[in-house]
T-cell receptor
Framework: GESVGLHLPTLSVQEGDNSIINCAYS??????FIWYKQESGKGPQFIID?????DKRQGQRVTVLLNKTVKHLSLQIAATQPGDSAVYFC?????????????FGKGTHLIIQP | NAGVTQTPKFRVLKTGQSMTLLCAQD?????MYWYRQDPGMGLRLIHY???????AKGEVPDGYNVSRLKKQNFLLGLESAAPSQTSVYFC??????????FGPGTRLTVL
């Protein structure tokens, strides 16, 4: 079936560097995408979202890019800090009104090297 | 504002036992969801609800039942637990914007 996936299971970066986490999705009907951060033993925490009518959205130290042509989503974290260590999931949904659940990718474990 | 809370945090069951997981939200959200997360995996949708008194099946509904008698609560039931249901269970809620807020999870082990 259709699903959301990630390119790398683990990403290791130096503290202070920028991180880029990638995600590929296969459902062309997806119209809403979210990045979540999950720390060990906790529930997923919302980071940033983007709708299909946008290509880029920026938050505090994070940027999400959406390329609908190749069905690709990325999360950029600027000036990575130790507190950014976590598993990052992309998620997608096809509904516009929140009725459906999210389809999650498997996650990328971001490791911050001192 | 407590957000989304889950009860209990941990539980160990024997095969065949039953239990109910409780999820509560204080954000007046219409939509509520139950997910399970297995090691090294993303979350998979079990059941969801678009409003009080309504429920619907998600991706992996077998072996689970749900009820939404009050808008703020969403219950997940296991009638006869199986080892394959060992997992971490997350509840979430959302308003019209789709952004889902998650609870802290319930770690369930079925022996």
């Amino acid at each position: 079936g259709e699903s959301v996936g990630l390119h790398l299971p683990t990403l290791s970066v130096q503290e202070g560097d920028n991180s880029i986490i990638n995600c590929a999705y296969s459902n062309s009907a997806s119209d809403y995408f979210i990045w979540y951060k999950q720390e060990s033993g906790k529930g997923p925490q919302f980071i940033i979202d983007i709708r299909s009518n946008m290509d880029k959205r920026q938050g505090q130290r994070v940027t999400v890019l959406l390329n609908k042509t190749v069905k690709h989503l990325s999360l950029q974290i600027a000036a990575t800090q130790p507190g950014d260590s976590a598993v990052y999931f992309c998620a997608e949904t096809r509904s516009g009104g929140g009725a459906d659940g999210l389809t999650f990718g498997k996650g990328t474990h971001l490791i911050i090297q001192p | 504002n407590a957000g989304v809370t889950q009860t209990p945090k941990f539980r160990v069951l024997k095969t065949g036992q039953s239990m109910t997981l409780l999820c509560a939200q204080d954000m007046n959200h219409e939509y509520m969801y139950w997910y399970r997360q297995d090691p090294g995996m993303g979350l998979r949708l079990i059941h969801y609800s678009v409003g009080e008194g309504t429920t619907a099946k998600g991706e992996v509904p077998d072996g689970y039942n749900v009820s939404r008698l009050k808008k703020q609560n969403f219950l997940l039931g296991l009638e006869s637990a199986a080892p394959s249901q060992t997992s971490v269970y997350f509840c979430a809620s959302s308003g019209l914007r789709n952004e889902q807020f998650f609870g802290p999870g319930t770690r369930l082990t079925v022996l």
